[in-house]
T-cell receptor
Framework: DVKVTQSSRYLVKRTGEKVFLECVQD?????MFWYRQDPGLGLRLIYF???????EKGDIPEGYSVSREKKERFSLILESASTNQTSMYLC??????????FGPGTRLTVL | TQLLEQSPQFLSIQEGENLTVYCNSS?????LQWYRQEPGEGPVLLVT?????EVKKLKRLTFQFGDARKDSSLHITAAQPGDTGLYLC???????????FGGGTRLMVKP
């Protein structure tokens, strides 16, 4: 079974802190994605990566950056967390966009 | 940005009832996927439809892809409490490297 793991299930940070969300997949998938999920807005794509060191902006990249130094790991970085970044963050991987395998999500609260 | 609109946003029904959920777009997708998400978990793929007009059945769930590949529907027959969850449709772009998600339909089936 494909496994996508995220570093934390719950995270509480203060405004202005730098936040790292880590995602690891064990199936050698080329594509990895970061989404945020908010009630009524569905999943919105923040960034995706189709190869090591490659990244593409999604629909809502502002306030976020990403890093993909190894194929299995895709990190989402909030340089200076703000309260409007309180959300559920979901990482996914796929061999192509044939299907997405999701991690369990990280619920981030920014106070 | 390709947009997908799902309707209804919320649906609360009694066990045994039938229901249909819709996923509409003005854009053409190479394929469309349906996911279900339970609380505290990431979305899990239910089905992928690829060909315009395609119909796929998964036990009591029937998925249809519109002839023009712009819309899709999910019909559940004789809903059960175990069907409760968030249903998400996702369109695959023509390059095959990006998924765009709809806002989701939150279904509650009461016993």
């Amino acid at each position: 079974d494909v496994k996508v793991t995220q570093s934390s299930r719950y995270l509480v940070k203060r405004t202005g802190e730098k936040v790292f969300l880590e995602c690891v997949q064990d199936m050698d998938h080329e594509n990895m994605f970061w989404y945020r999920q908010d009630p009524g807005l569905g999943l919105r794509l923040i960034y995706f990566s189709y190869d090591v060191k490659m990244k593409e902006k999604g629909d809502i990249p502002e306030g976020y950056s990403v890093s993909r130094e190894k194929k299995e790991r895709f990190s989402l970085i909030l340089e200076s967390a703000s309260t409007n970044q309180t959300s559920m963050y979901l990482c996914a991987s796929s061999p192509r966009a044939t299907r997405a395998y999701f991690g369990p999500g990280t619920r981030l609260t920014v106070l | 940005t390709q947009l997908l609109e799902q309707s209804p946003q919320f649906l609360s029904i009694q066990e045994g009832e039938n229901l249909t959920v819709y996923c509409n777009s003005s854009s053409v997708f190479s394929s469309l996927q349906w996911y279900r998400q339970e609380p505290g978990e990431g979305p899990v793929l239910l089905v992928t439809v690829v060909t315009g007009g395609e119909v796929k059945k998964l036990k009591r769930l029937t998925f249809q892809f519109g002839d023009a590949r712009k819309d899709s529907s999910l019909h559940i027959t004789a809903a059960q409490p175990g069907d409760t969850g968030l249903y998400l449709c996702a369109g695959v772009n023509n390059a095959g490297n990006m998924l765009t998600f709809g806002g989701g339909t939150r279904l509650m089936v009461k016993p």
